[in-house]
């Protein structure tokens, strides 16, 4: 059974029965759902992910009112509920991933996740906030949310990046492609550098599949899982992870470089008719600043581009 599914039916089978007979009051006032950390969050959990945090879960989120109100018995109601389920065990919280279930304030989420208790409100928060937590904080299910708090932020951070935050990671991930595919693999594997060539080509790919999720106004999830993500994007995400798997296995140098032109042009192409760049060079590099200059806000535009992934 998968996990979502799992932890749907605890929600409805044990936790709120058991919630309307001990907490009655305590109904309407939180939401629940699962959302966050593991790969059942995102549904991409199979038998082998079982093997840890792996069973029914729920988060029950309430606004700081309602946990001053009913918070403490919300905890002990969820302390004693059954642990057993379906023939799955709770998990158990382990120090090494930190609290992904139980009763949360709606602030104190957020926080645990993106490190600030609701959607950015400044280019800063939003840059420094790395893209795999946005994709925590909107996967899943939530199943109620009566009050509405935990939706509301919720709906904020599925709109996606403000435009000048999407600009300015094209323009970064557009250089990372550019110099290590474009420029540095082939002199790489010139200068004899094979152990150099194959972190070129994990970089290159790397900034590739953050263009995809950024033509896609998607967010990137963790690198494990980035890949498979991007298979079912509409905007090239199967199309570049068959070139991606393809530069992988390929052991000429003339074959990946001819793929890291194919795997470009895709991407340029997409980017033109998104109003990224006008610009006809099929050297990614030579984008960069007409990218950075569409940038509305100085701020952002002034930061330049950094080419650390």
Known sequence: MKGLELSRRYYSEVFLPECRKRVPY???????????????CFGYDDSLSQDHSFGPRL??????????????DLHALWDSLPDLFEGYRRPITDIREGKRNGVFTVDEFYRHILGIPDAPDHFHQWLAIAEPCFAAATNGEVYSDEPGRFTAVRKKLLAHFPKDITRYYMAKHAAIAGQTGQYNLLRAYLHGEELAVSNIKARFTQSVIAMVFLLNRTYRPFYKWA??????????????????????????IKEQCALVEMICDFLLAEMRIQGFTSGQ????????????????SP???????????
């Open 26 to 40: 305590a109904e309407g006032h939180f939401a629940v759902g699962l959302v966050g950390e593991g790969s059942e």
């Open 227 to 252: 890949p498979r993500a991007m298979r079912s994007l509409p905007i090239l995400g199967n199309k570049i992870h068959g070139k991606l798997l393809q530069l992988a296995a390929a052991r000429e």
């Open 59 to 72: 988060c029950i989120w309430l606004t700081a009112e309602d946990h001053a109100r009913c918070g403490a």
């Open 281 to 296: 060079s099929d050297f990614l590099m030579d984008h960069v600043p007409e990218i950075m200059e569409r940038i509305e």
């Open 299 to 309: 701020e952002v535009r002034g930061r330049g581009v950094s080419m650390f992934f």
